[in-house]
């Protein structure tokens, strides 16, 4: 028999896993649920992987709504910006029990599938923290597709989860109750002492370098420090303070557009697209159809139709937003010209040949709500070509990425989707 | 608790079956976790273990005052990795007209006002206890 791993800290026990715990079980099912909400927000038939090939694992599909504007926006932020707030805390989760990964094999069958289930918990936690900083930072190194990778691990997820509290929920509660917080907020270094004896406490610990409330305070203060590195991408004002972040900034310092109407973040660059200049230039021209007959407008006869300004946001599956404020022709008043009077759906198409969002698709409360237009202008001026001049789609609560830039055509139908 | 696995691996086949990509990213799952567990872990214990031993004992510890700023820090590379290593510099390129040029200095600079910041609230929690002790 090897000695057993010496395990040193003095404040390891289930009181403080507990106190770890709480947390994140209140938190961890409103990343998941927020989740699976963009998912539905993505609609049936733009969803990445396709509904189809998910078998039964979808959440009934509804509608999303056109209102409140800033639905999306909500829960995709509340989705990136909490699940990496939680990053600190799963880490001291996992340091507060890891002495149990060196206990020896299970010999009970039971006892063996739970640890089994503890594997599947951790690793899809740590895989969806990756795959999602990753993906929010534009890094695929992973080589698969994220969206497949990220939404598997999210069901392996929500089952070992699910497992985990049923099983350890009384276990939680009574370590919370052996133990009163407040007696250990009033508790100085030189009053720690361990928890009563137990596998997780250190039979043979060394002499206190940091109290309970010290370790608390500690991972709420990491918590507190990514928070502050983080919400800067959600909001316009403050930015700048996500200082690590591709979303804390606008544009880059020597662009034309620094400082002007169209200084905020762009999602896909004029560059990146690959469109012909030529085609979104002055023969650029917008086809509607679903009527008797195509019709086809130039960005003047688009100009001259009435003009709509709303403040909406763009909310970016990555989890960024920001807030501006749009002027272009409303897509009823679209649908109308086009010979739709009572529009039920919109396919909208963009100039960009290929690639996942060259089209979106909208159903009745996208293309009939009030504020729902072909922008052509932002903040008084016009459109810049990385915000997809010479007009793009804004819908409010749809995702960043489906309101579509270098708008060609838009299908109306009678039809819902 | 079998309701669990049939769930997990229901999903991965249903979502991933058969394709390449199913073997990457058992790849990554498995990974991660061994990457936690059996590197990340052990060598932050054992940094630990070297600072408990190496620092010189002081009228206030300084113990936690090292540990926190490097944590900061720590916890900041690990988290903005892919800016501060300048990874995937084409997609984010392509996604937002940006490089992916200053958050490397930045990170840097961050860890030294950490550092800073805690240093500052040693000497003035050094000071304060020899204040106290020379009253005393």
Redesign the interface.
């Known amino acids: 028999m090897s000695r057993p791993l010496r395990w040193r800290s003095p404040i390891r026990g289930p009181w403080l896993t507990s106190m770890f715990a709480l947390p994140l079980l209140a938190g961890l099912p409103v990343v998941a649920l927020t989740g699976l909400l963009d998912r539905l927000a993505y609609g049936r038939e733009q969803a990445i992987p396709a509904a189809d090939a998910v078998g039964g694992l979808q959440l009934p599909w509804w509608d999303w709504p056109a209102d409140p504007a800033w639905l999306f926006r909500l829960t995709e932020g509340l989705h990136v910006g909490l699940g990496t707030v939680l990053v600190p805390l799963v880490l001291a989760k996992l340091w507060s029990v890891i002495p149990k990964l060196f206990t020896g094999p299970e010999r009970n069958p039971v006892a063996l599938l739970e640890r089994l289930s503890l594997v599947l918990l951790v690793g899809s936690i740590l895989f969806l923290v990756v795959t999602g900083l990753l993906n929010v930072q534009y890094d695929y190194v992973f080589g698969f597709s994220f969206y497949d990778g990220h939404y598997a691990a999210a069901w392996v997820f929500l089952a070992a989860f699910t497992l985990h509290v049923v099983t350890k929920l009384p276990t939680m509660v009574r370590s919370l109750r052996s133990r009163r917080l407040r007696t250990e907020l009033a508790t100085p270094l030189a009053a720690t002492r361990p928890e009563p004896p137990h596998p997780l406490v250190a039979p043979d610990p060394d002499p206190p370098t940091m109290s309970r409330r010290g370790a608390i305070a500690l991972v709420g203060g990491g918590m507190v420090f990514v928070a502050a590195l983080t919400v800067g991408q959600f909001t316009d004002r403050f930015r700048a303070t996500a200082l690590l972040l591709p979303r804390g900034r606008t544009t880059a310092p020597g662009s034309t557009e620094r400082g002007g109407p169209n200084d905020f973040p762009v999602n896909r660059t004029f560059a990146a697209s690959g469109i012909d200049p030529a085609v979104v230039g002055d023969g650029w021209r917008l086809t509607l159809t679903g009527g008797a007959a195509p019709v086809v407008l130039d960005r003047a006869a688009l100009a001259a139709l009435p003009q709509h300004t709303a403040r909406l946001p763009i909310a970016c599956v990555e989890g960024w937003s920001t807030s501006q404020e749009w002027t272009g022709v409303r897509l009823t008043d679209l649908a109308r010209a086009a010979g739709v009077p009572a529009p039920a759906s919109a396919e909208v198409r963009s100039a960009e040949a290929a690639g996942p969002f060259t089209r979106s698709l909208l159903n009745r409360a996208q293309t009939l709500a009030p504020d729902s237009m072909l922008a052509l202008r932002v903040n008084g001026a016009d459109l810049s070509r990385d915000h997809g001049f010479p007009a793009r789609l804004v819908v409010p609560a749809l995702p960043g990425v489906h309101n579509t830039k270098w708008v060609a055509t838009i299908g109306f139908s009678g039809a819902p989707r | ?1 079998l ?3 049939a ?2 691996g ?3 086949w ?3 079956g058969g ?1 390449p ?1 199913l073997v ?2 058992a790849w ?3 990974g ?2 061994v990457l ?2 059996l590197v990340l ?1 052990p060598l932050y214990a054992a940094g630990d ?1 070297l600072l ?1 031993t190496a620092l010189p004992r002081t009228r206030v ?1 300084l ?2 005052h090292v ?2 700023p490097l ?2 820090s720590g ?2 590379l ?7 290593l300048r ?2 510099g084409a ?10 040029e ?2 490397r200095l ?2 840097v600079a ?1 860890s030294v006002a950490l550092c800073a910041a805690s240093a500052l609230v040693w000497v003035l929690r050094t000071l304060r206890a020899r204040r106290a002790s020379s009253r005393a």
């Open positions: 608790m309701g669990c696995f769930l997990a229901w999903a991965v249903s979502i991933a394709s990509d990457r990213m990554w799952f498995l991660a976790v936690h567990d872990f273990r408990l510890p113990v936690n540990r926190v944590l900061g916890l900041a690990l988290v903005f990795l892919p800016g501060i990874q995937g997609t984010t390129t392509a996604a937002t007209g940006l490089d992916q200053p958050y930045r990170w961050l």
